[in-house]
């Protein structure tokens, strides 16, 4: 499981890299779209580590139990139930 979130910060970390997939803003100064772009990846990680850590305890806990049901399990994000 850290591998995958090691290998999916290493992603996300390229894909919002300024100039990569996209600059917001536009036409800001270098520090400006650097900024955003940090906060933008701290926003995309909090939710994807929350997420992934509940998640993995899921399975963790069916595991134990003796069963592995993928598909039942619910993820929570804020606002949103999958």
């Given at each position: 499981m850290q591998i995958l979130m090691?290998?999916?910060?290493?992603?996300?970390f390229f894909a919002l890299t300024?100039?990569?997939?996209?600059?917001?803003?536009?036409?800001?100064?270098?520090?400006?779209?650097?900024l955003t772009h940090a906060l933008v990846f701290a926003l995309i990680y909090h939710l994807a580590h929350n997420t992934t850590v509940e998640f993995g305890k899921n399975i963790n806990q069916d595991i134990q139990r003796g069963?592995?049901?993928l598909l039942?399990?619910?993820f929570k994000?804020?606002?949103?139930v999958l």
């Open positions: 090691t290998l999916f910060i290493a992603v996300l300024p100039n990569i997939l996209v600059s917001i803003p536009a036409h800001g100064s270098k520090y400006v779209v650097a069963g592995y049901r039942s399990y619910k994000l804020p606002g949103i």
